[in-house]
């Protein structure tokens, strides 16, 4: 019963570098999103997918991309990482939306850029 | 300037005490209101929901109130335990999207 399953827990970057994050979930759900928490501050909306094929920006998507390559994957990808893109990022998903239905939680990525 | 405030910030308490965490909010318009507990280094995990009809609801220890018409909403903590440390983030949700809180990071102390 793995929920939703986030890689690396962990990363360090040089600027510059790209990666991509990998989140999948295994509870049938069609929508799925990406956010980063920063100290102080709530949880924000990077992008969100509300079924397989759709995906959308939300408040902060400058220097992210995202792939929905099926129902249960949603992948975050930075192109060039800044130090600015320091963060905890979350994947999360529910049934559907609007948010009537309960969001669950990744473990969360811990990235650093220097 | 965010549309879910929470307060305070921190807070640190003895084992066996209560404690009320409050939550204000701007969002409109309203579709649901939860809290959600997140232990260090997990993801947020939902603890209540509430929606505009419902003024009280309780999980166990934890109360939820909420106050449609003033939009503020109450987290109560019971009889405190070292397991209750984590932060506790209000989620105000309008017809499509979550609006988060900061969060409040409790401690609780033995």
């Known amino acids: 019963n793995a929920g939703v399953t986030q890689t690396p827990k962990f990363q360090v970057l040089k600027t510059g570098q790209s990666m991509t994050l990998q989140c999948a979930q295994d509870?049938?759900?069609?929508?799925m999103y990406w956010y980063r928490q920063d100290p102080g501050m709530g949880l924000r909306l990077i992008y969100y997918s509300a079924s397989e094929g759709t995906t959308d920006k939300g408040e902060v998507p400058n220097g992210y991309n995202v792939s929905r390559l099926n129902k249960r994957e949603f992948s975050l990808r930075l192109e060039s990482a800044a130090p600015s893109q320091t963060s905890v990022y979350f994947c999360?998903?529910?049934?559907?939306?609007?948010?009537?239905?309960?969001?669950?939680f990744g473990q969360g990525t811990r990235l650093t850029v220097v | 300037k965010n549309q879910v405030e929470q307060s305070p910030q921190s807070l640190i308490i003895l084992e066996g005490k209560n404690c009320t965490l409050q939550?204000?909010?701007?969002?409109?318009?309203?579709?649901?209101l939860r809290w959600y507990k997140q232990d260090t280094g997990r993801g947020p995990v939902s603890l209540t929901i509430m929606t505009f009809s419902e003024n009280t609801k309780s999980n166990g220890r934890y109360t939820a109130t909420l106050d449609a018409d003033t939009k503020q909403s109450s987290l109560h903590i019971t009889a405190s335990q070292l397991s209750d440390s984590a932060s506790y983030i209000c989620?105000?949700?309008?017809?499509?999207?979550?609006?988060f809180g900061a969060g409040t990071r409790l401690t609780v102390k033995p």
């Open positions: 939550c204000n909010y701007t969002v409109s318009p309203f579709s649901n």
């Open positions: 509870m049938n759900h069609n929508s």
């Open positions: 989620v105000v949700s309008d017809v499509g999207d979550m609006r």
């Open positions: 999360a998903s529910s049934v559907y939306r609007p948010t009537d239905t309960e969001a669950f």
